[in-house]
């Protein structure tokens, strides 16, 4: 349960997300960003827009939830088509 989608973390409300919270739970929630570009999320078919994802980080800091990590994508290839080449 440590690795958790921005995707699906934005359907809960804060209410929900308050058990991520317990010192019970995890130490520690890892949820992927990819990407800091809207653009690049839509390309890659995230499901959820930079600020979307932020709020979910702000949900969860103002909940207690003391370390969050994540993984950050350094290029993403765009598919060529004939009026790019």
């Known amino acids: 349960m ?3 989608n921005a ?8 209410n929900e997300l308050a058990i991520l919270a317990h010192e019970n ?12 570009s809207n653009k690049v999320l839509k390309d890659m078919s995230r499901g959820y827009t ?8 702000l949900t969860l800091k103002q909940l207690g939830v003391k ?10 290839p765009v598919k060529m088509n004939k009026t790019t080449k």
């Open 67 to 76: 370390n969050i990590s994540a993984d950050i994508i350094s290029g993403f």
């Open 50 to 57: 930079i600020e979307e994802y932020a709020a979910i980080y």
């Open 25 to 36: 739970v995890v130490g520690n929630i890892h949820i992927p960003i990819q990407s800091a």
């Open 2 to 4: 440590g690795s958790l």
């Open 7 to 14: 995707k699906i973390l934005k359907k809960f409300t804060a």
